[in-house]
């Protein structure tokens, strides 16, 4: 059976509808929707573009997606609109673990594992085999993902803390001044607040929550995984944060006494030059 065929039943038997309540709809008779499905019979232009209208599903996905195989999450966001063709971005397939009841898991990624998540994030094997959990407060029509940070960039989120992100589908979506979990081949997983320049830069903007570290960019050729910010959880006491005046002029007198000592280490480099006879 062809991708179309089978995408067509699919979508069909996810709302519930008969061959019958679905030709209805689309005016045509059941014979010939019954012709689609089984590939017996090709669509024109016309019938193409009603049943992406009915489904809300894009022509391009529908002839190019097998929709069978991506999972429970990544079906959901299609049928509530998010069809990447429609918004311009490249689909995304996640390798991803069920449970017994075919609910998605929450794996978890660790700091010791985070060195080979860099590359076996799309290996169904290697996501296979990391820890999984629940937790039932969370959208079962979304899929997510913890990761261990570390580091004092994200600041007062102690290192160590546990990041819990939500798969974002179309990078278009991502909304300036918001936290995300970034993957990327160099740098590997990331915990940053993005400013979006996709569509001027084909970039990513990433910012520190600690003022110390400088913001700077990443291509998007090289982004692997974005996942939206949801929660952090950890077993450290957070330090109590500064007022927002107290740590400008903090950080304003660090830099002074920098400047101050580099200015003292040059006059000490010159006078202890040998001078020519």
Known sequence: MNIFASN??????????????????????????SGYENAVAQPGIDALLLISKYY?????????????GLSESELSQLERGYDVFISGSKIRILATTVDAGNNENVELVNQKASAGYRTGYADPEYIKVLPTFHMPFLSKEKKYRTFQIRGDSMLPIPDGSWVTGEFVQNWNLIRDGQPYIILTLNDGIMFK??????????????????????????????????????HFISSAMPEPNLPREDMASALSALKKDVEILKKQISKTTILQLPFDE
């Open 56 to 68: 809300g599903i894009s022509v391009d996905t529908l002839l190019k997606i097998n929709l069978s």
């Open 8 to 33: 067509i039943k699919l979508l069909r038997k996810r709302r519930g509808r008969t061959q019958d309540d679905v030709a209805f709809a689309l005016d045509m008779k059941r014979s010939t929707l």
């Open 193 to 230: 607040v993005a400013h979006n320049f996709i569509k001027s830069d084909a970039q990513l903007e990433l910012h520190s929550l600690n003022p110390l570290y400088d913001p700077y960019r990443v291509d998007v050729k090289d982004v692997r995984e974005v996942w939206k910010f949801v």
